[in-house]
């Protein structure tokens, strides 16, 4: 995904809330099955991440991104957004 992309999206995250929460636990398959419905349904969604620790975040960010199949938008604090593409209907038409 380029530059342009990633900042055409980011102005839809704003308007967003966090749909799955990362708590204690870490990354599950309960999550990750969340999360795919989630990105299947809304393609552009918003992760919480409850942890502290910063490198904590970015495996657990790096674990998601592996299992989904998404693309990271942009983090902010404990907050990652993701988008994935639903292949048959797309909701939002990227700029080239």
Same mark, same amino acid.
Request: aromatic share 4%.
């Given at each position: 995904m380029s530059a342009h992309q990633k900042r055409y999206l980011r102005?839809?995250?704003?308007?967003?809330?966090? !749909? *799955?929460l990362v708590g204690?636990?870490? !990354? *599950?398959p309960a999550l990750l099955k969340e999360l795919d419905g989630a990105l299947d349904?809304?393609?552009l969604v918003k992760v919480k991440l409850a942890d502290n620790d910063r490198e904590s975040r970015a495996e657990s960010i790096e674990q998601i991104l592996a299992s989904s199949g998404a693309e990271i938008v942009q983090?902010?604090?404990?907050v990652a957004c993701l988008y994935r593409r639903h292949p048959r209907e797309p909701k939002?038409?990227?700029p080239k």
């Amino acid at each position: 995904m380029s530059a342009h992309q990633k900042r055409y999206l980011r102005a839809f995250v704003h308007a967003l809330n966090p !749909v *799955t929460l990362v708590g204690q636990k870490g !990354v *599950t398959p309960a999550l990750l099955k969340e999360l795919d419905g989630a990105l299947d349904h809304h393609e552009l969604v918003k992760v919480k991440l409850a942890d502290n620790d910063r490198e904590s975040r970015a495996e657990s960010i790096e674990q998601i991104l592996a299992s989904s199949g998404a693309e990271i938008v942009q983090t902010i604090g404990h907050v990652a957004c993701l988008y994935r593409r639903h292949p048959r209907e797309p909701k939002f038409d990227l700029p080239k």
